[in-house]
């Protein structure tokens, strides 16, 4: 076993595919292939199922990552300390719900952990892709949020996918407006309130269900809906057409300015906000650090009221 063979392992599990690996490791397909071939065989275990879409991680092959890029991670932290003339270039990726104090953490990890080079990731995406991210191992860390309702559907496919989830906060529901929304100057509002607004959620792709969905009460009905993919059209939506999202109340007004308002929703639902991890593979150090950042962030929504 060399330590080029763990890099390309950790690089097949990233990237969910040999051909997307090889390319990303500026070596051919065939000569990775090999390379896996020859550590599973000296292993004596299956490190990927090869597949027609690319490649899935196997049970043994989560055990062996875990140990791996803890070598990989060490290492490079003793070759940037002691050989400062090749600076090793860092490598981290995060799944998230659009939540700002996730973002809010990952600049903090860059900040303090960065160094000179390095390659972070943070996906805002699909509920279920975060899921999937971290099953893969694609990503160490997934960010999203359980509610009564949603609850007893999404622990069942967390640990069917062997995820763990860790609670950070639980928030009271908040209806996000543009500061010029008619909305915005309201002490609370009510569903009721809502109807002749555009209700603004993010599109969850084949997995649209409503136990999928990122907004609290998405099984009210609407007259006006409008679904997005990404977080800038969705408040360029709330400003032009007055739209409105029902989330957690916690923005970071540093990153997003005054531009965005939250408003308290009345109603008992609350949203259990937390971070989800593989159960047989730990996170490495970059994942511990950010998952240290995104409990100082949590205790700075606690501090503002917004979450308990």
């Known amino acids: 076993m060399t330590f080029i063979q763990l890099t390309y392992v950790l690089a097949v599990a990233r990237e969910g595919s040999m051909s997307r690996a090889a390319k990303a490791l500026f070596i051919s397909q065939p000569s990775l292939s090999t390379a896996i071939q020859e550590l599973e065989a000296e292993l004596g275990v299956t490190l990927f199922y090869r597949t027609s879409t690319g490649v899935v991680v196997t049970t043994d092959g989560e055990e062996f990552l875990g140990y791996a890029r803890q070598v990989i991670e060490q290492t490079d932290l003793i070759e940037e300390r002691y050989f400062g003339s090749a600076p090793v270039k860092h490598q981290f ?6 939540y700002s104090f996730a973002v809010e953490a990952f600049v903090a990890l860059i900040k303090k952990y ?3 080079e390095y390659d972070f ?3 805002e995406t699909q509920t279920y892709e975060i899921i999937e991210d971290v099953a893969a191992l694609r990503s160490e860390v997934g960010v999203l949020y359980l509610n009564e309702f949603n609850r007893s559907v999404l622990m069942r496919t967390l640990t069917d996918k062997a995820l763990r989830f860790t609670r950070l906060f639980i928030a009271s529901p908040h209806v ?8 915005a100057s309201r002490e609370r509002v009510t569903l009721a309130d809502l109807e002749p607004y555009p209700r603004l959620s ?4 084949e997995h649209n269900a409503f136990y999928f969905a990122e907004e609290l009460e998405s ?6 809906d409008i679904l997005v993919r990404d977080r800038a059209t969705l408040f360029n939506l709330m400003a032009g057409l007055d739209g409105y999202t029902i989330s957690s109340g916690v ?3 540093d990153l997003y300015g005054p531009n965005i308002v939250a ?3 009345e109603g008992d639902d609350a949203m259990e906000i937390g971070y989800i991890t593989h159960t047989r593979v730990a996170p490495g150090s970059f994942g511990e650090h950010y998952i240290e950042e995104l409990t100082r962030t949590a205790e700075a929504a606690r501090r503002m009221g917004k979450a308990r």
């Open 121 to 123: 990731r943070i996906r």
């Open 176 to 183: 996000f407006v543009g500061k010029a929304s008619p909305l």
């Open 251 to 253: 923005i970071n007004s």
């Open 219 to 224: 099984t009210r009905a609407s007259a006006k």
């Open 202 to 205: 993010y599109e969850q792709g």
């Open 263 to 265: 408003v308290p929703l």
């Open 93 to 98: 990726c995060v799944s998230c719900q659009h």
């Open 114 to 116: 960065g160094g000179r």
